[in-house]
């Protein structure tokens, strides 16, 4: 009871969103990544798995995020700001995405 | 061409031309100043060993032994003639030619694996592998076409 209350004042005084923040799949497979285009909320975040034997990225072409993913690896990406970003893998640069962030 | 017959001859190439281009990467990492060259050899090291990895381990599931033939053994020898040339050069010639030689390389490894390798391939784990070898491969050749131009 105690502990309700006081999660109840925190989240009132850091304005928590009114939506929670939903994760965003992201299959790796055969040098593809799947959904190709994907749209999530600031506040989302957008999970990658790469079921590759090798080693992949998620860079946005405009530089705004670079993540690593190892080979077999799951890697998560907390969205932060709006926009839309054209990403792909600066391993593979065959390999090609597109994220919207409203 | 029977399934072993082919295998024997895919890991040879596979093999040798994925050593060869680990060996060129190796010599890239211990001459280029190059940020870019650099990242570019340390991505062919991880990915062609990895690659090499997993054709070692499909050779021993399928328990066929690796065999030469024309084909790699005439890749295997432009490689090391390359490598040869190569370690003559230094600063942005090497770079340059570091590059270029990729670009080529690739290309002829692509080109062997869209129209013999995986046509002729019919074990489907086989198969796999080759496509998903021609699809890093490919990877690789637009990487180095960039780096070509980055380098100009």
């Known amino acids: ?102 | 061409m029977p399934i072993a017959k082919v295998f024997a001859a895919f890991a040879a190439l596979l093999l040798a031309t994925g050593t060869a281009d680990i060996k060129a990467a190796k010599l890239a990492l211990g001459r280029s100043k190059n940020k870019e060259v650099i990242a570019f050899a340390k991505d062919m090291v991880r990915d062609h060993g990895a690659v090499n990895q997993k054709a070692l381990a499909l050779v021993k599931k399928l328990k066929v032994t690796p065999e030469d033939n024309d084909t790699s053994r005439s890749l295997v020898q432009k490689a090391d003639e390359d490598r040869a040339t190569l370690s003559k050069l230094h600063g942005a010639e090497f770079d340059k030619a570091y590059a270029n030689n990729e670009v080529a390389y690739h290309k002829t490894m692509n080109g062997a694996l869209e129209t013999t390798l995986i046509p002729d391939a019919s074990n489907p784990e086989l198969k796999d592998l080759l496509s998903t070898g021609l699809k890093i491969f490919q990877g690789h050749e637009q990487h180095a076409d960039h780096l070509v131009e980055t380098l100009k």
């Open chain 1, 1 to 102: 009871m105690r502990l309700a209350l006081c999660l109840t004042v925190a989240a009132f005084l850091t304005g928590a969103p009114a939506r929670a923040g939903e994760v965003v799949e992201v299959k790796i497979d055969q040098l593809a990544y799947a959904p190709t285009k994907i749209t999530a909320h600031v506040g989302d975040t957008v999970e990658w798995k790469n079921g590759d034997f090798v080693a992949h990225t998620a860079t946005a072409i405009g530089g705004a995020f670079d993540v690593m993913i190892p080979a077999g690896a799951t890697r998560r990406l907390l969205l932060k700001e709006t926009g839309g970003f054209p990403y792909y893998c600066r391993f593979h640069p065959n390999m090609k995405g597109e994220l919207t962030v409203m």
